[in-house]
């Protein structure tokens, strides 16, 4: 060690979960609701946009979601955690295969929004932040 460094304290594991953390609610936040109405507190986003799209978009939507889940798998959430994650792509799944009830249905129920909240549950537990930092 050099006199101007000094070991973190945050672990690296913790600041790679961060960085994760952040980086997926980010992605969340583009797939859920990254467009506001204006003159309303109506948001969507990329999700409700690629199921407008058959096919095709409701592929890549969920294949947005899935990554989520694989991320929050290899961070280490719980198979219960996950499966109702899985739940939740799921069931956007099927409110978005129905045409438009399906798209309406898109820009209120946010699957990846609420997998966000379930994989920041388990990061604060696994991975909490001491802010501010006393020595």
């Known amino acids: 060690m050099t006199s101007y460094s000094y070991p973190s304290p945050l672990s690296d594991a913790s600041f790679r979960a961060d960085e994760t953390r952040a980086r997926l609610d980010v992605l969340a936040r583009f797939l859920d609701s990254a467009v506001r109405v204006p003159g309303t507190n109506i948001r969507f986003g990329a999700d409700a946009l690629l199921n407008l799209i058959p096919g ?80």
Do not use: Q
């Open 56 to 135: 095709i978009g409701t592929l890549t939507s969920k294949g947005m979601s899935a990554y989520l889940i694989w991320e929050a798998r290899r961070l280490g959430v719980p198979t219960g955690t996950l499966l109702r994650m899985v739940g939740n792509v799921g069931v956007d799944f099927v409110i978005g295969a129905i045409p438009l009830v399906g798209w309406v249905g898109d820009v209120f129920f946010r699957s990846n929004l609420r997998n966000m909240a379930l994989l920041r549950e388990h990061l604060d537990e696994a991975h909490p932040v001491r802010w501010p930092l006393r020595r």
